[in-house]
């Protein structure tokens, strides 16, 4: 026996009806239930029957994929224009397609989707771990050697050779002295740094230097301005960088890979966060 009922109706009415017990399904709008014997309990068993059937009812999961290229194939796969959403996340670099999405007046249970996130170089990220920290002479010499490919053209080997062979002195010139009314002299005095690099100091010290990076990995590359800074101290060297706003290039990068996705995706692409 086949019905198709309200399931809070078919509980209430077997709840308070002398019902035989049966094997047959009952059907109760979108559900199916089993009504068996030993208190005659309601199964729900969808799931079992769902299971025997080749292919579940309808799609559901999150698949992640690593390259925007591949989550670009993904999607256009699907065929979920008309249901699904693009959200893009700048936050946490994340990109989540929701198949069955809110589109509308339908309303859609947003379980099924993809997402790409796109993760940071090994580079990128060595560059932000050092990014105003003071090197010793030796120690900053080692970093420029190591990263000299991130480096362009020949700013990488004189960078390297400036680090290698620059001194510098101190000296302090006294320009006033007064004395003061409890008899002591006080003097005026400034503080001189000399500093040149290479045999006999014809190396020029650079202000700035650029570094050439891909922010993102299987993304594309961006240039950033490091502004090179250094000083004694202990009768040392000390060198460090300092990044002009790392995060803009983050952001533009970023922003993309969201500009491709309106270009190539046939999706409705939105700033946002997927729950």
Known sequence: MHTDIDTAKLIQSLATANVTPIVTPIVAGSSTHLL?????????????????????????????LLDLASFLTYTAEQQCQATGYILADPDR??????????????????????????????????WMAMNGKPFAQAEFAE??????????GDEGPALLKMATTIAATTSINFSSAKRLQDGQTQLT???TIDANAGAGGE?????????????????DGYAIKARLKYRLAGGAVKFWYELDRPERALENAFNGY??????????TVLLGKSS
């Open 143 to 152: 970093f420029i050697e190591d990263n000299m490919a991130d480096i362009p």
């Open 93 to 126: 670099a994340t990109i989540v397609a929701v198949f069955n999405d809110h589109r509308s007046t339908t309303p859609g249970w947003r379980d099924h989707k993809a997402s790409y996130t796109a993760e940071k170089t090994p580079e990128f990220l060595r």
């Open 189 to 191: 005095y400034s503080e």
């Open 203 to 219: 190396l020029k010290i650079p202000q700035t230097f650029n570094i050439g990076v891909r922010i993102f990995k299987n993304g």
């Open 36 to 64: 068996v014997p030993q208190g005659y309990d309601l199964k729900n068993i969808d799931s079992a029957i769902q299971q025997a059937q080749p292919g579940p009812a309808r799609k559901t999961g999150t698949l992640s």
């Open 258 to 267: 969201v500009e491709k996705l309106r270009e190539q995706s046939t999706y």
